[in-house]
Nanobody, 118 residues
Protein backbone atom coordinates (compact mmCIF):
# COMPACT_ATOMS: atom_id res chain seq x y z
CA UNK A 1 0.00 0.00 0.00
CA UNK A 2 1.06 3.58 -0.68
CA UNK A 3 0.29 6.56 1.54
CA UNK A 4 -0.27 9.93 -0.09
CA UNK A 5 -0.25 13.37 1.50
CA UNK A 6 -1.35 16.41 -0.50
CA UNK A 7 -0.50 19.99 0.36
CA UNK A 8 -0.44 23.44 -1.21
CA UNK A 9 -4.11 24.26 -1.52
CA UNK A 10 -5.58 27.59 -0.50
CA UNK A 11 -7.50 30.67 -1.53
CA UNK A 12 -6.35 32.64 -4.56
CA UNK A 13 -7.83 35.28 -6.83
CA UNK A 14 -8.72 34.52 -10.42
CA UNK A 15 -5.64 34.69 -12.59
CA UNK A 16 -3.38 33.63 -9.74
CA UNK A 17 -1.28 30.53 -9.25
CA UNK A 18 -0.88 27.68 -6.78
CA UNK A 19 1.38 24.66 -6.62
CA UNK A 20 0.08 21.44 -5.14
CA UNK A 21 2.35 18.69 -3.85
CA UNK A 22 1.66 15.01 -3.32
CA UNK A 23 4.21 13.02 -1.33
CA UNK A 24 4.12 9.24 -1.54
CA UNK A 25 5.46 6.73 0.97
CA UNK A 26 5.22 2.97 1.38
CA UNK A 27 5.28 0.54 -1.56
CA UNK A 28 6.14 3.14 -4.15
CA UNK A 29 7.80 0.49 -6.37
CA UNK A 30 4.29 -0.64 -7.30
CA UNK A 31 3.50 2.71 -8.93
CA UNK A 32 3.25 3.18 -12.68
CA UNK A 33 2.50 6.82 -12.16
CA UNK A 34 0.46 9.34 -10.22
CA UNK A 35 -2.52 11.43 -11.06
CA UNK A 36 -4.44 14.45 -9.89
CA UNK A 37 -8.21 14.58 -9.74
CA UNK A 38 -10.64 17.16 -8.44
CA UNK A 39 -14.18 17.27 -7.13
CA UNK A 40 -16.25 20.42 -7.02
CA UNK A 41 -19.35 20.70 -4.81
CA UNK A 42 -22.26 18.81 -6.33
CA UNK A 43 -20.13 17.36 -9.12
CA UNK A 44 -18.41 14.07 -9.76
CA UNK A 45 -14.70 13.67 -9.33
CA UNK A 46 -12.88 14.37 -12.57
CA UNK A 47 -9.43 13.70 -13.97
CA UNK A 48 -7.02 16.64 -14.08
CA UNK A 49 -3.54 15.37 -14.97
CA UNK A 50 -1.28 12.34 -14.73
CA UNK A 51 2.39 11.51 -15.06
CA UNK A 52 4.33 8.27 -15.37
CA UNK A 53 7.09 7.69 -12.87
CA UNK A 54 9.72 6.23 -15.17
CA UNK A 55 9.39 8.22 -18.41
CA UNK A 56 7.63 11.33 -17.19
CA UNK A 57 4.97 11.12 -19.87
CA UNK A 58 2.03 13.37 -19.07
CA UNK A 59 -1.64 13.74 -19.88
CA UNK A 60 -4.10 16.52 -19.09
CA UNK A 61 -7.79 17.21 -19.10
CA UNK A 62 -8.75 19.60 -21.89
CA UNK A 63 -10.01 22.11 -19.32
CA UNK A 64 -6.54 22.60 -17.81
CA UNK A 65 -4.24 22.20 -20.83
CA UNK A 66 -1.90 25.14 -21.17
CA UNK A 67 -2.60 26.30 -17.62
CA UNK A 68 -1.60 23.39 -15.39
CA UNK A 69 1.69 21.48 -15.40
CA UNK A 70 2.32 18.16 -13.67
CA UNK A 71 5.86 17.18 -12.73
CA UNK A 72 7.64 14.70 -10.50
CA UNK A 73 10.69 14.38 -8.28
CA UNK A 74 11.42 10.68 -8.10
CA UNK A 75 14.09 11.15 -5.42
CA UNK A 76 11.42 12.61 -3.15
CA UNK A 77 8.56 10.40 -4.38
CA UNK A 78 6.64 13.60 -4.89
CA UNK A 79 4.43 14.85 -7.70
CA UNK A 80 3.55 18.48 -8.21
CA UNK A 81 0.72 20.29 -9.95
CA UNK A 82 1.57 23.85 -10.95
CA UNK A 83 -1.67 25.69 -11.57
CA UNK A 84 -1.53 29.02 -13.39
CA UNK A 85 -4.23 31.35 -14.69
CA UNK A 86 -6.65 29.92 -12.18
CA UNK A 87 -10.36 30.40 -12.79
CA UNK A 88 -13.31 30.21 -10.36
CA UNK A 89 -14.29 27.01 -12.17
CA UNK A 90 -11.08 25.41 -10.83
CA UNK A 91 -12.47 25.59 -7.29
CA UNK A 92 -12.57 22.05 -5.93
CA UNK A 93 -10.95 19.58 -3.58
CA UNK A 94 -7.90 18.21 -5.35
CA UNK A 95 -6.85 14.62 -4.78
CA UNK A 96 -3.82 12.67 -5.85
CA UNK A 97 -3.77 8.94 -6.44
CA UNK A 98 -1.47 6.18 -7.52
CA UNK A 99 -1.80 4.78 -10.99
CA UNK A 100 -1.10 1.07 -11.03
CA UNK A 101 0.32 -0.83 -13.99
CA UNK A 102 -3.21 -2.10 -14.59
CA UNK A 103 -4.32 1.46 -15.26
CA UNK A 104 -6.38 1.63 -12.10
CA UNK A 105 -6.07 4.58 -9.72
CA UNK A 106 -5.79 3.60 -6.05
CA UNK A 107 -4.53 4.79 -2.64
CA UNK A 108 -6.16 8.19 -2.72
CA UNK A 109 -4.88 11.07 -0.61
CA UNK A 110 -7.05 13.05 1.78
CA UNK A 111 -7.45 15.98 -0.60
CA UNK A 112 -6.55 19.65 -0.48
CA UNK A 113 -9.00 22.51 -1.01
CA UNK A 114 -8.41 25.01 -3.80
CA UNK A 115 -10.68 28.05 -3.88
CA UNK A 116 -10.46 30.63 -6.66
CA UNK A 117 -12.32 33.88 -6.07
CA UNK A 118 -13.60 36.03 -8.92
Amino acid sequence: QVQLVESGGGLVQAGGSLRLSCAASGRTSAMYGMGWFRQAPGKEREFVAAISVNFGSTSYADSVKGRFTISRDNAKNTVYLQMNSLEPEDTAVYYCAIRRYTGEYTDWGQGTQVTVSS
